[in-house]
């Protein structure tokens, strides 16, 4: 069933790519899967590794100790968070004023696929979350868990539309951009957790 779970994640990313591609173009499927993918070993070495919220299970297909499917999982929840308020807003999230409600809505997308997704791995130990905080949802699933997910694709959207203003950008230069961007949005992403995280245990305490 693992295996399963991997897979099946790699291989939306493919279907998610093709959406992209006919939605808007190739230049701008390359330079929001290459910085994504960059994105998730970041954020999954940073939260994973060194401020330790959670340890790994027994994934299969692993690089230095990462799980594979992260690296595109976030990248992709992303691209669907973008795609589900533009349809609901019925404009374009890139092209909208600075203050619009496409971000409060990708957060509200990413908290439903937070409760989906971390009540499939959590049946199989794929991942063991350790908070400072003892609310959870259901079994070690942590009430920090669906902001970590919001908070995510919000922070990554946002630098993309950030990036991305000035027109006729080459995408390579895009990418270059926004990969190195991603370091910087990890550590806000921790900044907010740690927030977010306190918030929690001062609410529930």
Do not use: C
Not at 25 to 46: P, Q
Not at 80 to 95: D, Q, T
Not at 172 to 181: R, T
């Amino acid at each position: 069933m693992i295996w399963l779970i991997e897979i099946s994640l790699l291989l939306v990313t493919g279907i998610l790519i093709v959406h992209a591609s006919n939605v808007y173009n190739s230049s701008f499927v390359k330079v929001f899967w290459i910085s994504g993918i960059i994105l998730g070993f970041f954020r999954e070495y940073a939260l994973g590794e060194v401020m330790n919220l959670y340890t790994y299970g027994d994934f299969h297909i692993t690089f230095f100790g990462l799980p594979i499917m992260y690296t595109v999982f976030w990248t992709n929840i992303a691209y669907i968070g973008l795609v589900w308020s533009n349809n609901f807003l019925e404009r374009e999230y890139l092209k909208a004023k600075p203050f619009d409600y496409h971000l409060p809505l990708i957060f509200l997308t990413m908290v439903l696929i937070a409760f989906f997704f971390e009540a499939l791995i959590s049946q199989y130990q794929l991942s063991v979350w350790n908070p400072d905080s003892n609310s959870t949802l259901w079994g070690n699933t942590p009430l920090l868990a669906p902001f970590a997910y919001g908070w995510t694709a919000v922070l990554f959207i946002k630098s993309l539309k950030l990036l991305s203003k000035e027109s006729q950008q080459n995408w390579q230069i895009l990418v270059l951009k926004l990969s190195l961007a991603q370091a910087p949005v990890v550590l806000i992403l921790a900044g907010l957790l740690l927030l977010s995280n306190l918030a929690i245990i001062l609410v529930f305490s």
